[in-house]
């Protein structure tokens, strides 16, 4: 079969405005009782919309095309082979790694400048040679570290920055948590476990917060770095597993222990979290799969 490129975006602002709004004018109205001026949205679309055409046009004539919205992605099929062109935000590579198996991703950053730029490194204009080499085998690809969560009824979940697992309203969550050999019931705000992806993001702000800061892997290290947030000391759950490194193979085991509003999310995208039930386990490791990032 022909080789098929598949760009991946998000609307854009201007898009996501007339889809609430409706209209131009609506839009526009909305915008200005917030101090914010339409022509600025307006302008940031159009950069947008010359970078997708710009991509697009830059797909070799024999390769097939696809494009697919962000919230589209749990219903799309990726084909082996595919080259994946992610244009946006960071996060946006974040949400497509997980429907991934082995795809070579390009990411593409549609506003130099103004996106950080840790994944989407790659200018649009750079979109053809980018597909030449995938094409020829000379791409050089960088195979980052995934998360997966593992539920006790067959389910997974994989993330490419961390997994969360806590209550759904962020406040206290009780369970059972085991790791290096030992186990202890508690009650915190939460445990989070990272990738190096996810090392510069959520990790590193809870990290710097801890009395006893943890080295994070990096994002090609085969490792997992996991956190209790805000570990709570009562007479029944205690407070000396709030840490830890996750290498060859070991996993953190946790047992949900609410009646009620347990979750599980991943990459900070709490709309397709995983609720648990009383007594679910959820175990948590390396995911065997790796995002390959062209580098």
């Not at 079969?1 to 609430?20: I, K, S, W």
């Not at 750079?126 to 995934?146: H, N």
């Not at 809870?206 to 000391?233: F, K, Q, S, Y």
Request: proline content about 5%; overall charge negative.
């Amino acid at each position: 079969m022909l080789r098929r490129a598949v760009l991946v975006e998000r609307p854009t602002e201007l898009r996501e405005l007339l889809a609430r709004h409706g209209t131009r004018e609506q839009a526009r109205f909305f915008l200005r009782t917030r101090g914010l001026d339409l022509a600025d949205v307006e302008e940031r679309h159009l950069r947008h919309e010359e970078a997708r055409a710009l991509v697009l046009g830059a797909v070799p004539p024999d390769w097939r095309t696809a494009t697919v919205a962000r919230d589209e992605l749990d219903r799309f099929l990726f084909a082996d082979g595919d080259v994946v062109l992610v244009l946006g935000q960071d996060g946006l590579v974040a949400n497509v790694a997980k429907y991934l198996d082995g795809q070579a991703v390009v990411g593409l950053d549609p506003e130099p400048g103004r996106n950080a730029g840790v994944l989407t490194t790659h200018p649009p204009a750079a979109t053809a040679d980018l597909c030449a080499d995938v094409a020829a085998g000379r791409a050089t690809v960088a195979e980052r570290t995934m998360v997966r969560a593992a539920l006790d009824d067959g389910r997974e979940l994989r993330a490419l920055n961390e997994v969360f697992v806590g209550h759904r309203t962020h406040q206290s969550a009780r369970y059972a948590l085991a790791a290096d050999g030992r186990r202890e019931h508690q009650s915190s705000s939460g445990v989070i476990v990272s990738t190096g992806t996810g090392a510069t993001g959520w990790a590193a702000s809870i990290n710097r917060a801890r009395a006893e800061p943890l080295p994070l892997p990096a994002p090609e290290d085969p490792a997992l770095a996991w956190m209790v947030r805000e570990a709570w000391p009562g007479p029944a759950t205690g407070t000396s597993l709030t840490g830890g490194t996750l290498r060859g193979g070991a996993a953190l085991e946790i047992v949900c222990e609410n009646g009620d509003g347990g979750t599980l999310f991943g990459d900070g995208v709490e709309q397709d979290r995983v609720p648990l039930d009383w007594g679910q386990r959820v175990t948590v490791d390396v995911a065997p799969g790796r995002l390959r990032l062209v580098a």
